[in-house]
C-alpha cells in the first residue's frame, strides 16, 4: 500500500494517539504537570480506541488539551495542546462515533477489530499475530508477544483449558489449530533455550501495592505493575508460590520446574515474595496499611471443597477432599489412598484426583458421575488419557452412603439414574432410579464436587460485599472491590476457575490499580483485546494450506504413564509445530465479511471462492483449491476486500492471487498485440472477449487492450482495417 494510502486510510484516533505518543516518547514537555495531563489524554484516547470509553471520555480529553493550552507555561506544551484540540475539534464524530459503537469506522484501530480465537482467550492473546511467527521460526519473539497479555506463555502452553480452540474458524474447515500446544513449544524453546529476556520495568514510581495470595492472579498482577515501576509485595500462605498450579494441577501434566521458571522472572522484576504469611492470620490488612500500602489486590483463589452430604462422610478417615488430596501429593507425599479408590464428580478435578491414584499404584480407581459421558465437565482430553492409563468410569451413578466397620470404609452404597428435563445449569437432571442400588467395593473415597472461597482471614477486611455463591463481588472491567483500594481477582471473584482466566483478571487489575494510584477514571467496560503486532502472512500454495493436518500430540506410553509423575504429553518436534502453525487462517486481516465470494459468484458470475466458513452459523465445505481451476484472475474480490486480506499482484510475468498468503492462483499475464501493455492472463482475457463477443465480433481472435480495441473497433466501423500486431 502506499504512503498516500495508508495515511487516507489512517483513524484520526488512531493518529493522534501515534503523535501524542511520539511527543512523550522524545520527552519533549519539559514541565512536569504536563507530562501529567499528556499522558492522562493518551490513556484516555487508548481508551476510545479500544472500544472501553465512556461518554466523559470526550469532555475529558476536551479538558485536558485545553489546560495545556492554557497553563502549559512552555512552548511545547502549548503546542501539544493545539495540536490535540485541533484533532478533537476537527474530527470529533469520529472520536465520538468509536465511544458510542466501539467500531472504528476506517477499521484502523486494531484494537476494535480481533479475531475470534483473540477475544476467546480471557487474557486477550494475539493469537494469530504469535501462531504465525510461530510459522516463522521466531519462538523468542512469539512469547515476547505473548507476555504482553500472558506471563505465564509456558504454563498456559501446557494446562490451559484453550476457549481459543473453540471458537478457531479453521475448526469449520477441519480442525481448530493447536493453538495451545503451539504456546507450549514456543515457550518451552525460547525459554530453556534462555532466548527470551524479561522486559525493562519502568523506572520506580514509589508506588507500593499488596498481592494477596501467589496464583496465576496475584503473580500477573505482580508483573504487571513491577513493570510499570510499582513496589510489590505478594504475600502467601504456603511456602512457595504457583496457587493451584503449583498445589492442585499434577506435575504429570504440569512439571514443577516450569512454574519455577515463570515465577522466578517475576521475581527478577523485583517483587518481594513473603511466604508462609496468611492475611488474617500472620499480618492483617491494617498493618499493611500502616507499613505504607497504598493498594491491595485480594487473589487467594477457591481452595476449600463442597461436601458430598452423604451418610458416613464424616466417619471415616479414607475419605478425603480432592484439593486436599492434591496438595498433599504435590508437597511430595507418595502414599496411596487406597487399594480400590472411588472419586466422586467428573470434573478436572476429578481426573486429576483420578490419575494421581493410579501413578500412586492404586489396583482399581472409578470416577463416579451422576450424569452420562457428554455432560462431563472435564475436558475430553482428560478424560481419553484418564481412560488410556485404566481409569474406569461408573456413569449415571450416585453415591449415597460411604460403608465400612472399624474405622475401615469397605464399599460405597450407590443408585443408578436416568437423565430427567434440564436442570438450572442447563443439564438434563440425573434422577435416581428406585431399586437400582449396588455397592461398589472400595477402601478409599476421594470427593471432588466442587470448590469454593474460603473467606477465613478476609473477614477483616471491611466493606467486601461477598455473591450468594461466596465469591467478592467486584467490578467487572476494573476488578474493584466495595472497599477504598482493594481490588480481588481469580477464583475468589469467579468461584473456581481457570488458569487463563485468573491470568486475564490480574492484567485488568493492574491497570485498574495503576489509574487508582494516578487518579485516571476507572474503564466503564471490560477491555477489548489489543492486537499487538502486524506480522506478515505466510505464504504457501492452497494446496498446501489444505492438505495439512493437525498433528496428534506425542504422548509417553500408557504404561510408563501408570507408574510415573513425568510428563505425559511430550510437546510437538519442530516440523510439527512449524507446519501446524502455517494452518492458521489469519483471522486478524481476513475479517470473513464474504464481500470477496459474493462479488466473484453474483458479480462476475465465476464462482472461484469456494470459503464456506464465512456463514458462521452454517458453514459450508471449504476448498481453497478451486480457486486455481475457476478464477480468471479479474481482481474484483481483492478490489472489494476492505481489509487487505485478498490481494492481487503482478509478479514479473505472472499475476497472483492470494487469501491472507495463501495463493489462490497463479497464471501467466498476456500483453496487448498492438501497444504491448499488460492485459492480464489469457483466462481473463477469454472471460473479457466472451462478454465483447456480440459487440466487436472481429476482436475475438486478437489479444488487445482496452484502449486498443476499441481504437479497433472504432476502425472497424468507420471500414478501415484494425492494428497490426506489434
Ligand atoms: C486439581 C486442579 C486442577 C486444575 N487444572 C486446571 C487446568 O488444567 N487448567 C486451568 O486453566 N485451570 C486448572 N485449574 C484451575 C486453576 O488452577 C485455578 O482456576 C487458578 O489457579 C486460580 O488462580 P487464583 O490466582 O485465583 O488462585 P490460586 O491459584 O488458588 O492461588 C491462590 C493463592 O492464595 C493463597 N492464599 C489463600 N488464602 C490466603 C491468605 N489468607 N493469605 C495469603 N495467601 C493466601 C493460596 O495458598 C494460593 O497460593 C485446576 C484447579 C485444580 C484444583
Ligand atoms: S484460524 Fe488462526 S486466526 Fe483464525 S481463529 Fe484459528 S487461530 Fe485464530
Ligand atoms: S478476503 Fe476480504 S472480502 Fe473476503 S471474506 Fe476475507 S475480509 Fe472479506
Redesign the pocket.
Known sequence: MSQQLTEEKACPVARTIQRLSSVLKEDRLNVAKCRVWAEKTLTLMEDIASGRAGPEHFPAIEALAARLIKEGEASPCVETGRMLASAFDRHREIFLSHIETHICPVEDCEKLNPAPCQMACPAGIDVPSYVTLIGQGKDAEAVELIRRDNPFPWVCGL???HPCEFMCVRGRVDQPIAIKDLKGFAAERAMSEGRYKNPEPAPDNQGRVCI????????TAAYYLALKGYRVTV????PM??????????RY??PREVIDREVAMIEDLGVEFRMS?????DVTLDELREEGFEAFLI?????SSFKMGIKGEDRFPQVID??QY?RRVAVGDRHAPGRKVAIIGGG??AM??ARTSIRLGCQEVTVVYRRTRSEMPANEEEVVQAEEEGVKFAFLTVPMEIKGDSGQITGLHCLRTELGPPDDSGRRRPVPVEGSDFVLEVDAVISAIG?AV?R???EEADNLQWSKRGTIQVHTASMETSSEGVFA????VTG???????IGG?KRAAEAIDRYLRGIPQPKMPPVPIRRQRVPFLEMPASTKMTLRRPEMPMLGDERRRVTFQQAELGYSENMAREEARRCLRCDVCVRCGRCVDVCREKMGVDALQMGYVEFEHPGETDLRIAAERCILCGACAANCPTGAMRMEDRGEERVLSLCGTILNRLEVERCEACGAVLGPARYHDYIRRRIHGISPQLRDQRLCLECARNAAAKHHAGMSPPQAF
Do not use: F, K, W
Request: proline share 5%; net charge negative.
Open positions: 494446562v490451559c483449558t494477596i495470595g501467589a496464583g496465576p492472579g496475584g503473580l504475600i502467601e500462605s504456603l508460590a504457583g496457587g493451584m498450579m503449583m498445589v492442585g494441577i499434577p501434566r504440569l504469611t496468611r492475611l488474617g492470620e487473589a487467594v483463589g477457591a481452595h480432592a484439593i492434591l478436572n478435578v486429576d484426583a470448590q474460603d477465613t482471614g478476609l481477582v481469580g477464583d475468589v473456581p476457575a481457570t488458569v487463563v482466566e485468573a490480574g
